[in-house]
């Protein structure tokens, strides 16, 4: 698993739960990008075949997850609003290099730093739910993440050396602490 340098802070927490249908939200709206972000993979390296079955799989997966909080935001008169820019993916999407097996390795390693995050904040909430259904629901979510993960690493070894992957994990949790850092707390997964 990946380490984060820097863990989620109680205002983040106590932001969520002051506003947790614009975190509701704010959360299908990552299920849904996570999905398009996996077909994205199977479509713009299609040469690659280690990751085609594990990139759709996942894509299906997150799109589960996308119509799972769906149902959440239906079930409270929640209605979607216009895509917003996510600040943490954007600063995380600058640090890429240019060239193909360049861009290849941080978008895999990327995507394994982004989702460590949420596991780490899917786990802060889900312990701070009351609500049951919820909890179960937000700790499949971290279990989930977890394994995302675990996958972008997985995934980016197979193709890389072990040592060019971890230098790449350590650059981008870098670039994670500061980008998680830079944002003001907010009812948002990043």
Known sequence: MIELQIK?????????????????LDHAACERKASAMAMTF???????DAILDPMIHLAREELTHFHRVFKLCRARNLRFRGDQKD?????????V????????????????????????????LADALEDPELKSFYEEIT?????HADLFVELAEHY???????????FFLSVDAEAISAIPPRAALH
Do not use: C, H
């Open 87 to 95: 600040p943490y993916v954007n600063a995380m999407i600058k640090k």
């Open 8 to 24: 989620t802070t109680q205002q983040w927490l106590d932001a969520v739960l002051a506003d947790f249908d614009a975190f509701l």
């Open 160 to 170: 890389y050396s072990s040592n060019e992957v971890q230098e790449r994990v350590a």
């Open 143 to 147: 279990r989930s993440e977890e394994r």
């Open 42 to 48: 199977v479509v713009r390296y299609p040469d690659r």
């Open 97 to 124: 290099r240019r060239g193909r097996e360049e861009e290849f390795l941080d978008r895999l390693v990327m995507a394994g730093v982004v989702e460590a995050r949420g596991n780490e904040r899917f786990g802060v």
